[in-house]
């Protein structure tokens, strides 16, 4: 793990991990939270041990604890296209997102995680967008 997860950060419900013998214990976002989280905590979500024993294979609730580069909002994007293929791209993002998650990306009010950059990526180049515009602005965060 490259820096010590802080705890504020961690979503309120995230749920922890207690396990400390798991194999990927050192690099599990849910195993790092519950040992970043501080004495003054008294009740928070976790995984149970009994369901994670009974559990074979891959952990489910795994999360690499590495952050992400996440973009937020587009509308820059779309005010340097032509009038008609803005239109028939906003179209095809709000089919793929839904009308009210679209707005909410395009304004920047919810982040854009990787897979959903790609998403808008490939929706420019398929209406013959080929400039690597970026997106409005980015921050790295933890994959919650």
């Known amino acids: 793990m490259e820096e010590e997860l802080n ?3 961690v979503p309120l419900g995230y749920s922890v991990c207690l396990n400390q013998q798991c194999p990927k ?11 970043n ?15 994670l024993a009974a559990t074979e294979g891959e952990c489910r ?10 973009a937020k909002g587009f509308i820059g994007i779309l005010n340097k296209l032509p009038h008609k ?3 028939e791209i906003v179209g095809r993002l709000i089919y793929s ?19 959903e950059q790609q998403i808008v990526r490939d ?6 967008v080929n400039e ?13």
Do not use: N
């Open 7 to 9: 705890f504020s950060e």
């Open 25 to 35: 214990a050192d690099t599990c976002l849910r195993r790092q939270a519950e040992i």
């Open 37 to 51: 989280m501080p004495d003054s905590v008294t009740h928070w979500s976790f995984i149970s041990l009994k369901h």
């Open 61 to 70: 609730y795994y999360r690499p604890c590495q952050k992400i580069r996440l």
């Open 85 to 87: 293929q803005m239109l």
């Open 97 to 115: 997102f839904k009308r009210r998650t679209y707005y909410r990306v395009r304004k920047g009010e919810r982040p854009l995680s990787p897979d």
């Open 123 to 128: 929706i420019l180049k398929k209406h013959g």
């Open 132 to 144: 690597p515009w970026e997106f409005d602005s980015y921050y790295d965060s933890y994959d919650w």
